[in-house]
């Protein structure tokens, strides 16, 4: 194991070592790897479908007809300054090439890094942007759970990108009430449809009107009502929609009532081993004004899991574009042991990471797990 010592003692104390560790991020070889292979697939994914080759032929069947549309769509990306200037740049590479000459190769070279500079440029600004986007929604999203006696909850999200159209949250609605009229809890869960800084900025105007309604008087029903009349104000008649998951948990006798939005439904495991989808509920919010939604009450036990979550859960692929699916999680949900909520969590997103694993996030990924009562 000495040499190992000796790689490790260079990775620390040589200028190349450390040069090569602040451009790695201390990743190792093989996590290296695993992230050029999902950056390059999530890539391809988007110039594939960003534009067809001229003519409106297809492309599948042959290589040359593939390479000719992902080159008309990587430079469909581009300016049109930037697009001639790319194929200058390309006709200097191949005149280089062709006659061999090391100069015109090598001003080919620059030229192309002038380029790659000015892309990074614009990428430098806009991933600036996104950061001061993601930090702000990070305001918005709880990052611990309400400490509520009886109950424990664990939530986590996993944006596809910079910032997520998922949304989550967990309170009290009347934390002023008196100790012996507790307030109910509330759990939300929500996806907004897209991804990205539209669904982010839909996803922001859900949670204000919904913290604006949740600590008046309403029933849930009534509370997502008006939560839906505000959305459809706001959906471009329709086309960006939320499907939400609304409880109210009251933490001393254990009564759920709830509201299922179009949303994935939850599921319930019974201390047996019982499965219970929650479904009860009626369309997503913003896609119409809908009369009444329908609500449903059931009473949690002692030992009873609730595992909310968005479709980026079950809907996450593998390499083989095979779907994670909702059997696969509620397998999983019926074999957890008496964990904690946390505990319950970590195995969840275990179970999901191992199943992609190479393999790029398409979808933003939520979850939220809740154990009656806690210990």
């Known amino acids: ?39 390059t697939t999530a890539s ?14 297809s492309s599948r069947g042959s290589w040359p007809r593939t390479a000719r549309t992902l080159f008309w769509a990587m430079l469909s990306k581009l300016s049109p300054a930037r697009r001639v200037f790319l194929l200058l740049t390309l006709v ?12 015109r190769m090598l ?38 759970p309400p400490e509520i006696a009886g109950v424990d909850i664990a939530f986590t999200t996993r944006p596809a990108n910079t910032v997520a159209g998922d949304f989550y949250d967990a309170f009290l609605r009347h ?20 991804k990205s800084m539209p669904a ?5 105007t859900f949670q204000a009107s ?39 948990l009251d933490p001393v006798v254990g009564t759920l009532r709830y509201v299922n939005a179009g949303h994935n439904p939850p599921l319930l495991r019974r201390v047996g081993g019982e499965l219970v989808r929650l479904e009860a509920g009626g369309l997503p919010l913003g896609i119409r004004e809908a009369p009444a939604y329908e609500s449903q009450a059931l009473t949690l036990g002692r030992g009873d899991l609730l595992v909310i979550y968005t479709d980026g859960i079950v ?8 779907e994670y699916g909702e059997a696969r999680l509620a397998e999983l949900v019926r074999a957890l042991p008496a964990v904690s909520s946390a505990e319950g969590l970590a195995q969840i997103l275990a179970s999901v990471t191992a199943f992609t694993g190479a393999a790029p996030q398409l979808d933003d990924t939520t979850c939220m797990v809740v154990r009656y009562p806690a210990g």
């Open 200 to 204: 982010a900025l839909l996803m922001a």
């Open 107 to 144: 001003l080919g070279a620059l030229m192309l890094l002038v380029l790659l500079a000015l892309e990074l440029a614009d990428r430098v600004a806009m991933k600036r942007d996104l950061e001061i986007a993601r930090e702000i929604q990070g305001w918005l999203l709880p990052k611990q």
């Open 315 to 322: 809907e996450a692929e593998n390499e083989r574009h095979e």
């Open 210 to 248: 919904l913290r604006t309604v949740a600590h008046e008087s309403t029933t849930l029903p009534e509370l997502v009502g008006r939560v839906n009349r505000y959305a459809c104000e706001h959906s471009l008649e329709g086309r960006r929609f939320t499907t939400a998951f609304f409880a109210e």
């Open 92 to 103: 200097v590479l191949l005149w280089g090439l062709g006659t061999q000459l090391a100069g």
């Open 175 to 194: 934390p002023e009430a008196a100790a012996e009229e507790p307030s109910p809890l509330l759990l939300v869960v929500a996806d907004v449809a897209g």
């Open 1 to 39: 194991m000495g040499w190992l010592d000796d790689l490790d003692r260079w990775r620390r104390e040589s200028r190349p070592g450390r040069f090569w560790r602040r451009v790695t991020e201390g990743l190792t070889l093989a996590q290296l790897w695993l992230q050029f292979r999902k950056e």
């Open 44 to 57: 391809y994914r988007v110039y594939s479908k960003a534009a067809a080759p001229p003519g409106g032929e």
